[in-house]
């Protein structure tokens, strides 16, 4: 059974950083195209950012040329550097794969507030 663990989450001023992590077990991520998605409160989950099975990165407008996405498969693992965030930016931040997503982790709670 695939497990999803993320991390990094926290209380973050307006444009500050934060970095997230996914750390996947039970499979490896080698093939999979991977996203983060934020849930903010009251919302749905939505995508914020994607990477692709050959390292393309993706990104939603609203987090264009703040958000970083990256992968390392031998460690299982995705990040998402997060920098110049705002308050439109907090939620829940999830990980998974974009074609058969596995079951949903924790997620880890960004709030950026002053």
């Known amino acids: 059974q695939v497990q999803l663990v993320e991390s990094g989450g926290g209380l973050v001023q307006p444009g500050g950083s934060l970095r997230l992590s996914c750390s996947i077990s039970?499979?490896?991520?080698?093939?999979?195209?991977m996203d983060w998605y934020r849930q903010a409160p009251g919302k749905q989950r939505s995508l914020v950012a994607r990477?692709?099975?050959?390292?393309?990165?993706i990104y939603l407008e609203p987090v264009k040329g703040r958000f970083t996405v990256s992968r390392d498969n031998d460690k299982n693992m995705i990040w998402l550097q997060m920098d110049n965030l705002s308050p439109e930016d907090a939620g829940v931040y999830f990980c998974?794969?974009?074609?058969?997503?596995?079951?949903w982790g924790q997620g880890t709670q960004v709030i950026v507030s002053a």
């Open positions: 998974n794969n974009m074609a058969t997503p596995w079951s």
């Open positions: 039970g499979e490896n991520i080698r093939i999979y195209t």
């Open positions: 990477i692709t099975s050959g390292f393309t990165p």
